[in-house]
């Protein structure tokens, strides 16, 4: 048996005795009341703490890459990405304000513009504004009239350069550096190749024949006023050919390119669909037993292994989720969710896509192999303009918004995905000795012709491969280091043609040559 006082202080059996001893002793004193049970009082509830609320801001992604159009007028900015409907705001500052006032005529004048920058949420102020872009550094800037703009290969140098008093260029990729003047074209080879942006970088080399060569890039204003074209870099060449100077740009990274593309992710009775877009887009699809719930938004990066997700609507309502997602392989995955910076851990499992050749639902690729057999063939362009292929050229031009100006066209036909139309292989007059020349397929359609695939970096001939992807004929090109293989991918043949293994061409071959004379010597306008 227990006995407890009145504040329910346990006490013994002796205590007992001698605190009734004492009261009988101290009449006056108050007396302690002692009760006894066989049981002890329940325990003290405790209550449980709430889960601490974990704040973060966004995430700040720098030095992300953009191009498009852009405008400004009384005091407002505006961007609108290639291939985008949406429209962001820009906060111009006086640096951005001041190029574009020496590039555009008037105010509201459309310009092209490369520049290096941020798409982050609105402030809390502007909940009618879903997101902003924030331009840090303009690296190139051009009137739309004056420019290929969003047709423009970006992704074919690493950086290049060039002046006119007198005639120079240099490009350089990867670990070769390509200096042409009027007198000579010299190729230098380049051991540290990595560009800085925000640095100044020189460049020292010596070709075959001992000529040295040295490069200076350094980020400053560089304007040709009477092109109307603004470049964020000074270029200065040291050579035995004399002094240059001139401006520069740097050429588009291809991490970007590693995100694109759908998504998909499943779990219990939860199917989730993401989508990265090349313009930057996102659209988050998630369905389960109770219905479908669409959020769309924007993604940003700049490494290869990590991608934010910024999700700013839900259907009409404006949202401010945030997901970071590391990259392995083809896999993303996070394990929280920042919701209006209040942090949210993802109960479970972490949240894992695996990236799709198409998105769920919408475009079924079958996988099957047609059995075909060819014919050795050499396919050259025919001596008069195709019509039809001329214009899906054209609307290829018109879809980016740009003017392709004076660029022309050489196009061959043939069937490379087996169903019994012929395709319509492009090149572009955009072309040099060291990169070839730049490429467009078109699918064969009832009616015309789709746009399929554009591939960089294109020396005739091409030769159509023996072996297939989702029904499309590999194609096999010649590189400086030998032959390689272009597969299709499910949406397209891959837009570079850098890192390719070399293969040995006879094993591949079908003996099928597409511009079997080389480069063309005949050209047709885009225009119609």
């Given at each position: 048996m227990h006995c407890y006082t009145e504040q329910g202080i346990l006490i013994t059996f002796m205590e007992q005795r001698l605190i009734m001893r004492l009261s009988s002793l101290l009449l006056t004193a108050p007396l302690f009341l002692i009760a006894c049970s066989s049981t002890p009082p329940p325990a003290p509830v405790v209550e449980e703490k709430p889960a601490p609320v974990i704040k973060r801001d966004f995430a700040k992604i720098l030095e992300g890459n953009f191009r498009g159009q852009f405008s400004f007028g009384d005091g407002k900015g505006y961007f609108k990405a290639c291939d985008a409907n949406k429209e962001f705001s820009v906060n111009a500052n006086f640096a951005l304000r001041n190029i574009y006032e020496q590039i555009a005529s008037s105010p509201y004048t459309p310009v092209y513009i490369e520049f290096a920058g941020e798409i982050t949420f609105s402030k809390d102020s502007e909940k009618e504004i879903d997101s902003v872009m924030r331009i840090d550094r303009v690296h190139h800037m051009a009137l739309a009239k004056a420019s290929l703009q969003c047709a423009k290969p970006i992704d074919t140098f690493l950086f290049k350069a060039n002046g006119d008093d007198p005639y120079w260029r240099i490009n350089i990729d990867k670990e070769q550096l390509f200096f042409s003047t009027k007198a000579s074209n010299q190729a230098y080879e380049v051991k540290d190749s990595n560009f800085r942006t925000t640095q100044i970088n020189h460049v020292f080399t010596t070709n075959k024949k001992g000529q040295k060569l040295k490069l200076t890039i350094q980020p400053g204003h560089c304007y040709d006023l009477k092109n109307k074209e603004y470049w964020g870099y000074t270029?200065?060449?040291?050579?035995?050919?004399?002094?240059?100077?001139?401006?520069g740009e740097p050429g588009w990274p291809i991490v970007d390119q590693v995100f694109t593309g759908y998504y998909l992710s499943k779990s219990n009775n939860t199917t989730t669909n993401l989508t990265l877009n090349a313009n930057y887009t996102v659209e988050y699809k998630e369905k389960t037993l109770d219905g479908e719930?669409?959020?769309?938004?924007?993604?940003?990066?700049?490494?290869?292994?990590?991608?934010?997700?910024?999700?700013?609507?839900?259907?009409?309502?404006?949202?401010?989720?945030?997901?970071?997602?590391?990259?392995?392989?083809?896999?993303?995955s996070t394990t929280e969710i920042n919701d209006a910076n209040i942090i949210k851990p993802i109960l479970g499992e972490p949240l894992s896509f695996n990236k799709m050749n198409a998105k769920e639902g919408v475009e079924t690729i079958k996988v099957n192999r047609i059995n075909r057999e060819f014919i050795a063939e050499d396919i050259n362009p025919a001596s008069e303009v195709d019509i039809e292929i001329q214009k899906a050229v054209n609307d290829y031009f018109k879809i980016h918004r740009t003017d392709p100006k004076d660029t022309k066209f050489s196009a061959v036909k043939y069937d490379l995905n087996g169903d019994g139309r012929d395709e319509a292989i492009v090149l572009l007059d955009w072309c040099s000795e060291a990169n070839g020349c730049e490429m467009l397929i078109f699918e064969g359609r009832k009616q015309g012709y789709r746009f399929s695939s554009r591939i960089s970096r294109i020396h005739a001939p091409v030769i159509v491969s023996k072996t297939q992807h989702y029904l499309w004929q590999s194609l096999l090109i010649e590189k400086q280091a030998g032959w390689s293989v272009l597969k299709f991918d499910g949406l397209s043949y891959p837009i570079h043609t850098r890192d390719l293994n070399v293969i040995n061409k006879d094993d591949y071959s079908t003996g099928i040559s597409l511009f079997s004379n080389g480069k063309p010597t005949q050209w047709f306008p885009i225009k119609m």
């Open positions: 270029t200065a060449v040291s050579s035995v050919w004399g002094e240059f100077s001139g401006c719930i669409l959020k769309t938004g924007f993604w940003k990066t700049n490494s290869p292994n990590r991608a934010v997700v910024m999700l700013t609507k839900e259907g009409e309502k404006n949202i401010r989720q945030e997901l970071v997602f590391h990259r392995e392989g083809l896999a993303l």
